[in-house]
């Protein structure tokens, strides 16, 4: 069964700080990976995919994101964080067989001025 | 070009009412997924529509849960009666037909619903 990790509820960095928010996945077949964003009162936005190619993938506003097929990782991150980055990311896969997503339970992102 | 949208933003009823949520796609996206984030955990796939068809309706949790998708365009969900349980947000999201779990899904803002 597929599955997705996101160990930390919270990370907290000051602006202008990097930033990492940390992903782990399982699955049986060719993993698909997927960053989504939740701002305050709104809904779930696209930032960034891995379906294959380079292991680094940019996406929206800065964010980029590193698959690590051996650690069976992808890992977002931010060289510089704004306090508008401050939201909940979630993270998702999709086995390659099937077309739902799976996600993880999501890490709050809180950047200090 | 028009995102994802749900209606209403939010609802709150009493155990054993009756609440249909609805979802307007993005325009000629055929692919249309329900989600559910239930108390803060993990968002949780519902089903999944191909056009007017139901792919996979894998996450549906009971028989309470009605979806439908007339025409392959706008979907309804319907709970019915509704439990507790079944409080949280709803998300709606749809994508264009791409090879097999390529595509990307673009969500709606989500129904906050209440049960009490």
């Known amino acids: 069964a597929q599955s997705v990790a996101q160990p930390e509820d919270q990370v907290n960095v000051a602006e202008g700080n990097p930033l990492t928010v940390k992903c782990t996945y399982s699955v049986s077949g060719n993993p698909y990976l997927f960053w989504y964003v939740q701002y305050p009162n709104r809904g779930l936005q696209f930032l960034l995919k891995y379906i294959t190619g380079d292991n680094l993938v940019k996406g929206s506003y800065g964010f980029e994101a590193e698959f690590n097929k051996s650690q069976t990782s992808f890992h977002l991150k931010k060289p510089s964080a704004l306090v508008s980055d401050s939201a909940l990311y979630f993270c998702a896969v999709r086995d390659g067989g099937f077309q739902k997503l799976v996600f993880g339970t999501g890490t709050r992102l809180l950047v200090s001025p | 070009e028009a995102g994802v949208t749900q209606f209403p933003s939010h609802s709150v009823i009493e155990k054993g009412q009756t609440v249909t949520l609805r979802c307007d796609p993005i325009s000629g996206h055929d692919n249309l997924y329900w989600y559910r984030r239930v108390m803060g955990k993990e968002i949780k796939f519902l089903l999944h529509f191909v056009k007017e068809s139901k792919q996979d309706e894998s996450g549906m949790p009971n028989n309470r849960f009605l979806a439908e998708r007339t025409g392959g365009t706008y979907s309804t969900l319907k709970v019915q009666p509704a439990e507790l349980e079944d409080s949280g947000v709803y998300f709606c999201?749809?994508?264009?037909?791409?090879?097999?779990?390529?595509?990307?899904?673009?969500f709606g803002p989500g129904t906050r619903l209440t049960v009490l």
């Open positions: 999201a749809s994508s264009q037909e791409r090879p097999r779990g390529t595509d990307t899904q673009y």
